[in-house]
């Protein structure tokens, strides 16, 4: 059974910095395809940033594009974004997504066949 299970969210003053985790255990995702996600209380859940492949490119939605890093330890079958200079915008939960191969679809819910339970992050003004 694949499970994605997600860590790291909390509360944060605007400025400060987080890293949420996301540990995979069932199968590896090394050679495919990681991406973060995050949905704000009564909005549409959007994509965050993706890591892809091997060695993996990255993409990132515009909106934390130079604040967010999207990494991984393949050792360790975990995946990891780092945010930086959070803003009272990035409020959300974060969801960490997953497919074992790479494709173009990667800012789509579609495009990813497994999904954690979510993470809260919160950044105060």
């Known amino acids: 059974q694949v499970q994605l299970v997600e860590s790291g969210g909390g509360l944060v003053q605007a400025g400060d910095s987080l890293r949420l985790s996301c540990a995979a255990s069932g199968r590896t995702f090394n050679g495919g395809m990681v991406a973060w996600f995050r949905q704000a209380p009564g909005k549409d859940r959007n994509f965050v940033a993706a890591?892809?492949?091997?060695?993996?490119?990255?993409n990132y939605a515009d909106s934390v594009k130079g604040r967010f890093t999207i990494s991984r330890v393949n050792a360790k079958n975990t995946a990891y974004l780092q945010m930086n200079s959070l803003k009272p915008e990035d409020t959300a939960v974060y969801y960490c997504a997953a497919v074992p191969y790479p494709h173009s679809d990667y800012e789509f819910q579609r495009g990813y066949a497994y999904w954690g339970q979510g993470t809260q992050v919160t950044v105060s003004s």
């Open positions: 890591i892809r492949g091997s060695p993996g490119a990255t």
